[in-house]
């Protein structure tokens, strides 16, 4: 269930960078096949985030602590690109049109599912 949930919010934080950065495009013909779009992007952003971001922090290393964690922005930026890219040898209509554009929806997709998992919590403790 926690990764049902963490994958629609990716897919939310996603949708709203599209929304809101004019270089990350959806395309489709409908909401429904946007929503599938996104919803096969979160998932893809998400095992490129769990494969590749450990090696990335563990060779960058030096990187993060001189830059006080800015780095991380950059390095989000690139993945969501890379995303992109795969996304589009798959042949679905999602694309990042640049590095500028990739680096402003990682900072989205960073604030809106931090605001997401602060509504929705990932578990259910019954301590709420």
């Not at 909401?31 to 060779?59: W, Y």
């Not at 006080?68 to 209509?93: C, D, E, K, R």
């Not at 604030?111 to 259910?124: A, E, Q, Y």
């Amino acid at each position: 269930m926690t990764i049902l949930l963490r994958i629609l919010v990716s897919a939310a934080a996603l949708g709203v960078a599209a929304w809101v950065v004019p270089g990350i495009v959806v395309a489709g013909h409908g909401d429904a096949a946007k929503a599938g779009t996104l919803l096969v992007v979160a998932i893809i952003f998400g095992i490129i985030n769990m494969l590749l971001k450990p090696i990335i922090k563990t060779i960058g290393c030096a990187f993060y602590v001189l830059t006080l964690g800015l780095v991380a922005v950059v390095v989000n930026g690139l993945l969501l690109w890379l995303a992109s890219w795969v996304a589009g040898q798959l042949n679905l209509p999602f694309h990042v049109t640049g590095f500028v554009a990739a680096v402003a929806g990682a900072l989205i997709i960073a604030v809106v599912s931090w605001v997401l998992h602060l509504v929705i919590p990932d578990r259910w403790d019954g301590k709420r």
